[in-house]
């Protein structure tokens, strides 16, 4: 199992001119390492990096906190060597026998302590006979006393940023990335449908947003994205769920999505409580044929920018004349909003393997909202749904 | 209701000599304004922020992106001007009667889009009078292309790092931040509660953490921290629940804790799976004095790194000799780790108002972890606790 796509990261480093590139940003380390360092997602600040040299120029190294080594001997990581900063204080029983990962984390504790993450960071890209290389840093994650121009001081390699190349990395998924990220869409799913089951008039906002996060949760996700509005409040793009009681005739919208495995979900569904009326019929429908318009298009070397334009024209054409949006659609992975963006100024390119959250929300004050988003790969010949649901209009 | 401690803000102002503040972390973000701006809080990248002009210096203003302003108009925010960059396409439904919270957002959509968020800061620095000023901005959460330096160059405002400054005032807490504080800390007890509940031989740490985030979700709080170990695992500092069953004999330990109200928790707890051992039993007993010396010791006026030294030697003293840490404890509020930190090399003094975890934990490879964590608020003439437990070792 590997979530990297290290053929992908060396093509861009190549592209790049990188003789190495620094992960910093927590999906960047994980991304490239598999290891998740709780404090860093947790909180903003601590630092973990991963050094990931060019081809055939040595091997990758995590640089980690002595208070989180426990995890890299816990986790399945897929980089060898570690340097540690810090020190923390693990005790031995001497008269224990070790299984083979507290033997691990006895000799990652006993690494010698490089002193602060910077200096960490430095001394190892010396040690990897970085010292003068063209060094990409992702500086997503660097904390602000780590600035590129404090590192660059320190020695005579030429630091250039890296986010964006990281990102353009991670647009493409390996196999072990979609399993995560359908996975993650099934838990959405199943959890809307866990809302819905006590959707009735007078249930509030806040009940429904309790069932939906309980299922994430019994299904092994953890809660991060659950906007459910419902009747005017669903107009509302960011709303969070609150003591509205529910009544006959509403929209109920859900744009949901929890982590499974460090993966993240971003569907929208919507449900009617009692018979839709026509205007959400037809706006629905619109905005169902447009994104089915984008699944139909999102086929390896399509452009971005072509597919926003397609999906508008039709949302606009079935039912919505006065539809706008400033993207239709974007990336997902490890962050909510991996590449591609599909948005009018975007330069990107479709590629095989890329997940897709394709999206048509529509936001009227006073009125509702209404929205479909699917999550999908494009494979070689065809757009493959992550989901069960297609994004019908559910009415309950 | 108020996050904020306004007259603290104005005094840190003052004694860094501070014309103004800008806050663009989440946490200062919230904190001074009330704003929780979803995408900034569950994604990196996202930027919103806050001036603060020091005391008769012009009004707060929030600087947010267009795409996230209708949260503004549902929460209860402290800070009433508001700029806007980038656009976003909501419609009106004009045969509907809007209600104040709609009006609010339609006002708030229809506010000239100031471009990016730097050149809107930039602007509302300019508009509040603070061209020439000296202004602490958090570096905290700028991202980097909003580097210091950049937005040096577009003025004549001397710009000068503040993350620092404003967990400074954060760490002396407003009497709502410490009821979230306590809601926080009782959902984490509740949670461990519904975990032992199922313990019994066989039960893995999975299913206990399944039940402890079910129930902290019950309670109204969010998952973040759910450290659990058994067995010999529970020596694991940053434990991730995994498929280890329990045994007779097994040592539980819960390092936990969500957020309510987007305020943390962060307390632990020791359960034994049947009869402790001597060694479970002394060690604990111990690792308990030593925290209930921190609470006696916690006064206005105490010095953190007094009350580390006298708390690492009551565990010495009272069960293990060789007992050694870096820190006994460290605030907490809208981050896991807010200022004081109980170390040696600290140079904080304890203030009433403050809200601390005092904690010793013990990890012993082959053995198993103990730890006492508990929640406490400072006030004039006491230590009072923000939970119904007192870390005393629980008998399963």
């Known amino acids: 199992m590997t979530l990297l796509n290290a053929e992908r990261l060396y093509a861009m480093m190549d592209k790049h001119g990188l003789d190495a590139i620094v992960a910093t940003s927590p999906e960047n380390v994980t991304y490239s390492s598999g290891y998740w360092a709780l404090s860093q997602w947790t909180r903003r600040g601590p630092q973990t990096y991963v050094v990931w040299p060019a081809r055939g120029k040595g091997a990758p190294r995590i640089i980690a906190s002595a208070s989180l080594l426990d995890l890299i001997a816990d986790q399945e990581i897929s980089v060898e060597d570690v340097s540690k900063f810090g020190s923390f204080f693990v005790n031995v029983d001497r008269d224990a026998s070790l299984d083979p990962a507290e033997c691990r984390q006895a000799v990652l504790y006993g690494l010698s302590d490089g002193g602060s993450a910077k200096a960490t960071l430095v001394a190892t890209l010396k040690e990897l006979g970085l010292s003068e290389a063209r060094i990409g840093v992702d500086e997503g994650g660097l904390a602000p006393s780590l600035g590129a121009f404090e590192l660059e001081a320190c020695q005579g390699a030429t630091l250039v940023p890296a986010f964006e190349v990281f990102r353009q990395a991670r647009a493409v998924k ?77 929209i109920i919208r859900f744009d949901v999505g929890g982590r499974f495995r460090h993966y993240r979900a971003d569907i929208a569904q919507i449900a009617v409580l009692g018979e839709p009326t026509p205007k959400i019929k037809t706006y629905h429908n619109a905005l169902l044929r447009g994104v089915q318009r984008g699944m139909d298009l999102a086929r390896p070397g399509a452009r971005a920018s072509e597919i926003f334009h397609r999906v508008v024209e039709t949302v606009q054409r079935e039912g919505i004349p006065h539809y706008q949006r400033s993207h239709v659609g974007h990336g997902i992975g490890l962050d909510g909003y991996d590449l591609p963006d599909l948005s009018p100024g975007s330069d990107h390119t479709i590629e095989e393997g890329m997940v897709l959250c394709i999206e048509t929300p529509y936001y009227e004050l006073g009125f509702g909202g209404l929205q479909v988003e699917n999550m999908v790969v494009v494979r070689r010949d065809c757009v493959q749904s992550l989901m069960a649901t297609s994004g019908e209009l559910r009415v309950v």
Request: aromatic share 2%; with cysteine.
């Open 174 to 250: 390996t196999e072990e990335e979609i399993t995560r990220l359908a996975k993650a869409a099934h838990i959405a799913e199943a959890s809307i449908d866990a809302a819905l089951r006590i959707a009735r008039p007078g249930v509030t906002e806040a009940e429904l947003s309790l069932e939906f996060n309980l299922e994430t949760i019994r299904q092994g996700g953890l809660p991060v994205l659950y906007c459910i509005g419902t009747g005017p409040r669903s107009a509302m793009p960011n709303v969070m769920p609150g003591e509205r009681a529910l009544c006959v005739g509403d």
